[in-house]
């Protein structure tokens, strides 16, 4: 499958060591995060994480399954 560019955003609860723990799922499938930007989202309490990424479609779709099961919302 042809690599193309994604961006992905997540929506989470603002909490400690959320960054390393998104991070770390990206890191064990040894993809890299071309651009990361974190920023409070209309909801108090949730911020949103934009994250840039040069992948196949299906790895992305196993990637954004899995960010769901940890407790994101991709």
Known sequence: ???QEFTITIYTEN???MI???SNIFSRRKINIESLNTSPSEVEGIHRFTILITESEDVVRKLCRQIRKTGGSA
Do not use: S
């Open 1 to 3: 499958m042809e690599k």
């Open 15 to 17: 909490a400690v060591g």
């Open 20 to 22: 390393g723990r998104i």
